[in-house]
């Protein structure tokens, strides 16, 4: 019975504000324009945050004719925020978005807008990054960038640069996707940053700082990525930061960090599936449990796969947990087969012969692989020696005996 006038009264702010949006404009009634950029503003955030696809297209249409009474920047730069927020809007489909960047690509160069054309373009090409058209979004960016390099327009070069690492990281390129990652931020240095990019940044920084395992540098322009997403209203983007946090904490063997995180102030509303299957690996973790692992990576296997970045360090996660397990069970024993090894650890003999290799050549593990009678033997850790440390510095020492004696030598004679 109260949702009702809810209702209706948002039903009649709605109608109140295209009211205003649809009425004619003087551009010299300042107080008129002021107003109806406002409305404008206010409709957008509604339909927005109730996700009306079909409200969001038919106000960016309905703005077009306004934008010739405000001046070019202004009126750019609030097409713009719509384009962003319809982009944004997670019930309309890949196609919707596309179509809707296009035509008014098309209506910007119609009307000879050039620098709108581009920004357009830059959310074009954002959307075939989204579709992992990669090649094609490289094709686009290089011309793009050439023009915008010659206007100086410094806040779309940004975007453009950035979106060219995305695209580079994802096809392996890292060095020239941290390369293109250096420009965007040395160009946001030089301009006013917006919060959404200044977000977004810092998430690209930190996906490369976690594919270099600094763990540590990663978590922190994480945590700067969802801040900054979670106080513009992207409620997305501000989920994926905050699930790369999580992963961080669990790469770092910090897993119990990860319940004091999920239930802090800001993550509190961000629950759902994915924070669900963090949390579900930090347990495992922490209870250094490979079936518990397994059991995870089985329930939670869509939210995991659909992320390609979650993926290739779930692999991380895996290796660490096989590795504590293995060195948890080999402890007690000084020289121990390998099938009996794999039987206590419920793995094949070959992955645990393989594993313990690579942990022998790691120096993870102190000991060798008997191959003739298929068994490690272990090593005790030795007590560290430091005769030759003591013996370096002994040389220095008398090194520096040598050039004083000698310097004095050199006064007498």
Same mark, same amino acid.
């Given at each position: 019975?109260?949702?009702?006038?809810?209702?209706?009264?948002?039903? %009649?702010?709605?109608?109140?504000?295209?009211?205003?949006?649809?009425?004619?404009?003087?551009?010299?009634?300042?107080?008129?324009?002021?107003?109806?950029?406002?409305?404008?503003?206010?409709?957008?955030?509604?339909?927005?945050?109730?996700?009306?696809?079909?409200?969001?297209?038919?106000?960016?249409?309905?703005?077009?004719?306004?934008?010739?009474?405000?001046?070019?920047?202004?009126?750019?730069?609030?097409?713009? =925020?719509?384009?962003? @927020?319809?982009?944004?809007?997670?019930?309309?489909?890949?196609? $919707? +978005?596309?179509?809707?960047?296009?035509?008014?690509?098309?209506?910007?160069?119609?009307?000879?807008?050039?620098?709108?054309?581009?920004?357009?373009?830059?959310?074009?090409?954002?959307?075939?990054?989204?579709?992992? !058209?990669?090649?094609?979004?490289?094709?686009?960016?290089?011309?793009?960038?050439?023009?915008?390099? #010659?206007?100086?327009?410094?806040? *779309?070069?940004?975007?453009? =640069?950035?979106?060219?690492?995305?695209?580079?990281?994802?096809?392996? /390129?890292?060095?020239? &996707?941290?390369?293109?990652?250096?420009?965007? @931020?040395?160009?946001?240095?030089?301009?006013?940053?917006?919060?959404?990019?200044?977000?977004?940044?810092?998430?690209?920084?930190?996906?490369?700082? %976690?594919?270099? @395992?600094? *763990?540590?540098? %990663?978590? &922190?322009?994480?945590?700067?990525?969802?801040?900054?997403?979670?106080?513009?209203?992207?409620?997305?983007?501000?989920?994926?930061?905050? #699930?790369?946090?999580?992963?961080?904490?669990?790469?770092? $063997?910090?897993?119990?960090?990860?319940?004091?995180?999920?239930?802090?102030?800001?993550?509190?509303?961000?629950?759902?599936?994915?924070?669900?299957?963090?949390?579900?690996? %930090?347990?495992?973790?922490?209870? @250094?449990?490979?079936?518990?692992?397994?059991?995870?990576?089985?329930?939670?296997?869509?939210?995991?796969?659909?992320?390609?970045?979650?993926?290739?360090?779930?692999?991380?996660?895996?290796?660490?947990?096989?590795?504590? /397990?293995?060195? +948890?069970?080999?402890?007690?024993?000084?020289?121990?087969?390998?099938?009996? *090894?794999?039987?206590?650890?419920?793995?094949?003999?070959?992955?645990? !012969? +393989?594993?313990?290799?690579?942990?022998?050549?790691?120096?993870?593990?102190?000991?060798?692989?008997?191959?003739?009678?298929?068994?490690?033997?272990?090593?005790?850790?030795?007590?560290?020696?430091?005769?030759?440390?003591?013996?370096?510095?002994?040389?220095?020492?008398?090194?520096?005996?040598?050039?004083?004696?000698?310097?004095?030598?050199?006064?007498?004679?």
């Amino acid at each position: 019975m109260d949702t009702a006038p809810d209702a209706g009264i948002a039903y %009649a702010v709605d109608t109140d504000l295209q009211e205003i949006i649809d009425e004619n404009t003087d551009p010299k009634d300042l107080d008129a324009v002021k107003r109806k950029e406002k409305a404008i503003m206010t409709l957008c955030e509604e339909h927005y945050k109730i996700g009306n696809v079909e409200g969001l297209r038919e106000l960016i249409h309905s703005v077009k004719p306004f934008l010739s009474v405000v001046s070019k920047a202004k009126g750019g730069k609030l097409f713009k =925020h719509l384009i962003d @927020r319809f982009v944004d809007l997670e019930k309309a489909t890949a196609e $919707e +978005k596309v179509e809707m960047c296009q035509s008014c690509i098309d209506w910007a160069k119609e009307k000879k807008r050039s620098f709108l054309r581009q920004a357009l373009e830059v959310r074009l090409i954002s959307l075939h990054l989204d579709a992992e !058209e990669f090649q094609d979004c490289l094709a686009a960016i290089k011309p793009l960038l050439n023009e915008l390099k #010659k206007l100086d327009d410094r806040q *779309l070069l940004m975007e453009v =640069h950035l979106m060219e690492s995305k695209a580079y990281f994802a096809l392996e /390129n890292f060095p020239k &996707s941290r390369a293109a990652l250096v420009s965007a @931020r040395t160009t946001a240095n030089s301009i006013y940053c917006p919060p959404r990019m200044q977000a977004a940044l810092d998430l690209q920084s930190g996906v490369l700082h %976690a594919q270099e @395992r600094d *763990l540590k540098t %990663a978590y &922190s322009y994480f945590y700067e990525a969802f801040e900054g997403y979670d106080s513009v209203d992207i409620p997305r983007e501000a989920m994926r930061a905050l #699930k790369y946090m999580l992963l961080c904490k669990i790469l770092l $063997e910090q897993a119990s960090d990860v319940p004091s995180i999920v239930t802090g102030k800001l993550a509190l509303k961000y629950n759902g599936v994915y924070l669900d299957a963090m949390q579900a690996i %930090a347990n495992a973790a922490m209870n @250094r449990s490979l079936a518990d692992f397994q059991q995870a990576l089985d329930d939670f296997a869509d939210s995991l796969n659909a992320d390609v970045i979650v993926q290739s360090h779930v692999g991380d996660v895996y290796d660490s947990l096989l590795e504590q /397990n293995l060195l +948890k069970l080999i402890e007690p024993f000084s020289r121990v087969e390998l099938d009996h *090894l794999a039987s206590l650890i419920d793995l094949p003999m070959s992955q645990v !012969e +393989k594993k313990l290799s690579q942990m022998i050549l790691d120096r993870k593990l102190l000991g060798i692989l008997d191959q003739g009678a298929n068994c490690l033997e272990v090593f005790e850790e030795e007590a560290p020696d430091d005769m030759y440390d003591k013996t370096l510095q002994m040389l220095a020492s008398t090194n520096v005996v040598v050039d004083a004696l000698y310097k004095k030598a050199e006064k007498i004679m």
